[in-house]
């Protein structure tokens, strides 16, 4: 995109810049908090919650930044579209830490727990994988403002949504067969759960990419009237 003004192109790439900036964090914290639940690393969780505080302060920058250009500028179409969109996208991330924040304070918790060791530990850390795999094909897609890549990372969601439901039948199924176990299990299931509304949150920041290029908003495309 060519604007007649060169401060104004380097606003909108201050934003941009900073989402990025942020969405790598988000990218790290996760890792670490997977890595955490495994092994209880108490220097793993204080790093996350320590990263927190950035993410919530670079959301915040993000926000000023995309109300101070909208005011000074007025952009229209393409450029309104993509400050606004990159707001919506920090607040995405935002939301993404702070389910990882709940998983890393909890993961110490865990680990004193021997039955939920003995539990879907590894199916968890399976749809950990594909949700911070998801994540970064979002960023990269946004970064790219590449539609064909958010597309296929909108697509992976329903195959995190089924893991998610498969995960859930096998504790329900654990819980069952042993009501010792119940309590661990109800501990997986808020795992999983965390992981699968942080893909929820990464499929928004592809939807996003869509609204800025082609200027129509696909999180209803399938929707009636």
């Given at each position: 995109?060519e604007?007649?003004?060169?401060?104004?192109?380097?606003e909108?790439?201050?934003?941009?810049?900073?989402?990025?900036?942020?969405?790598?964090?988000?990218?790290?914290?996760?890792?670490?908090?997977?890595?955490?639940?495994?092994?209880?690393?108490r220097?793993?969780?204080?790093?996350?919650?320590?990263?927190?505080?950035?993410?919530?302060?670079?959301?915040?920058?993000?926000?000023?930044?995309?109300?101070?250009?909208?005011?000074?500028?007025?952009?229209?179409?393409?450029?309104?579209?993509?400050?606004?969109?990159?707001?919506?996208?920090?607040?995405?991330?935002?939301?993404?830490?702070?389910?990882?924040?709940?998983?890393?304070?909890?993961?110490?918790?865990?680990q004193?727990?021997?039955?939920?060791?003995?539990?879907?530990?590894?199916?968890?850390?399976?749809?950990g994988?594909?949700?911070?795999?998801?994540?970064?094909?979002?960023?990269?897609?946004?970064?790219?403002?590449?539609?064909?890549?958010?597309?296929?990372?909108?697509?992976?969601?329903?195959?995190?949504?089924?893991?998610?439901?498969?995960?859930m039948?096998l504790?329900?199924?654990?819980?069952?067969?042993?009501?010792?176990?119940?309590?661990?299990?109800?501990?997986?299931a808020?795992?999983?759960?965390?992981?699968?509304?942080?893909?929820?949150?990464?499929?928004?920041?592809?939807?996003?990419?869509?609204?800025?290029?082609?200027?129509?908003?696909?999180?209803?495309?399938?929707?009636?009237?």
């Amino acid at each position: 995109m060519e604007h007649t003004s060169k401060q104004f192109e380097q606003e909108l790439e201050a934003i941009r810049s900073t989402l990025l900036a942020m969405g790598g964090i988000v990218e790290t914290q996760l890792e670490r908090a997977l890595e955490a639940i495994a092994s209880g690393d108490r220097a793993l969780v204080d790093a996350v919650v320590r990263e927190d505080k950035r993410v919530n302060v670079m959301q915040m920058d993000i926000d000023r930044m995309g109300m101070e250009t909208i005011a000074k500028r007025q952009p229209a179409a393409v450029d309104l579209r993509q400050i606004l969109c990159t707001m919506q996208a920090a607040n995405d991330l935002e939301r993404i830490g702070d389910e990882i924040k709940k998983i890393a304070e909890r993961a110490q918790q865990f680990q004193t727990n021997e039955r939920f060791q003995s539990l879907r530990l590894n199916e968890v850390k399976h749809i950990g994988t594909l949700v911070t795999s998801m994540l970064k094909e979002a960023l990269n897609a946004f970064a790219r403002l590449d539609v064909i890549a958010a597309g296929e990372v909108i697509g992976r969601d329903s195959a995190i949504d089924e893991e998610f439901e498969r995960i859930m039948r096998l504790l329900v199924t654990y819980m069952m067969e042993d009501p010792r176990a119940i309590s661990a299990g109800i501990d997986v299931a808020f795992l999983a759960k965390a992981i699968e509304r942080a893909a929820d949150h990464t499929k928004n920041i592809s939807e996003y990419v869509i609204h800025i290029v082609q200027g129509r908003d696909p999180r209803h495309a399938t929707s009636k009237l």
